[in-house]
């Protein structure tokens, strides 16, 4: 079947400091992969995505490149700063799946001055 | 233009009471879907609804639970009666269709916590 699993957290990192977080699948075909952002008090918001196999999504410095011979999608940033301490999810979109995203379990991120 | 909206955002009650979550989804987005993330882990499909038809519900977790879309614009989720493994957060989404590079915009969940 179609899953997620991203690294557990929290992670704590100094602003400033290169932050990774990763995320592998499985799934059947060809899935679209996403990374969502929860920053406190907020809802979901997309931060990327990539719908096929070497394209690399970006965004607000984040950059992230779907793998197919690894199935990985990990999340990758220079330079955090605080201001991105938030939850972040990994999720795909199998092929045909009308929009019903798999998201992994969420990583908690935590950037202090 | 309004985001997905939410309400109630927090709501605790006790086991065996009931509780109804409505979402507004963002004018003119024919799909709505209801998600949830129960006990930190990961955020899991409830269902999907294309105007006022399930399109998918295939992530309900079983008969406590009640989604209904009248008129195919504001939808509500019934728990009914309520168990201490429902408390979690409930996210309801829409988006306009479901082509390949449609977004989907989520509102910011009801959190629910059953004592």
């Known amino acids: 079947g179609n899953s997620v699993t991203q690294m557990e957290g929290p992670v704590t990192l100094s602003e400033e400091a290169f932050l990774t977080i990763n995320c592998t699948y499985t799934?059947?075909?060809?899935?679209?992969l996403f990374w969502y952002v929860q920053y406190p008090g907020e809802g979901l918001q997309l931060l990327l995505k990539a719908t096929k196999a070497d394209d690399k999504g970006s965004n607000k410095g984040f950059e992230a490149t779907y793998r197919k011979e690894t199935t990985s999608f990990h999340l990758e940033k220079g330079s955090v700063q605080v201001s991105d301490s938030a939850v972040y999810f990994c999720?795909?979109?199998?092929?045909?799946?009308?929009?019903?995203?798999?998201f992994g379990a969420g990583t908690r991120l935590a950037v202090h001055p | 233009e309004a985001g997905v909206t939410q309400f109630p955002s927090h709501s605790v009650i006790e086991k065996g009471q009931t509780v109804t979550l409505r979402c507004d989804p963002i004018s003119g987005h024919d799909n709505l879907y209801w998600y949830r993330r129960v006990m930190g882990k990961e955020i899991k499909f409830l269902l999907h609804f294309v105007k006022e038809s399930k399109q998918d519900e295939s992530g309900m977790p079983n008969n406590r639970f009640l989604a209904e879309r009248t008129g195919g614009t504001y939808s509500t989720l019934k728990v009914q009666p309520a168990e201490l493994e429902d408390s979690g957060v409930y996210f309801c989404?829409?988006?306009?269709?479901?082509?390949?590079?449609?977004?989907?915009?989520f509102g910011e969940g009801s959190w629910l916590t059953v004592v």
């Open positions: 799934a059947t075909g060809y899935p679209s």
């Open positions: 989404a829409s988006s306009r269709n479901t082509n390949e590079g449609n977004t989907i915009y």
């Open positions: 999720a795909l979109r199998p092929p045909g799946g009308y929009n019903k995203l798999i």
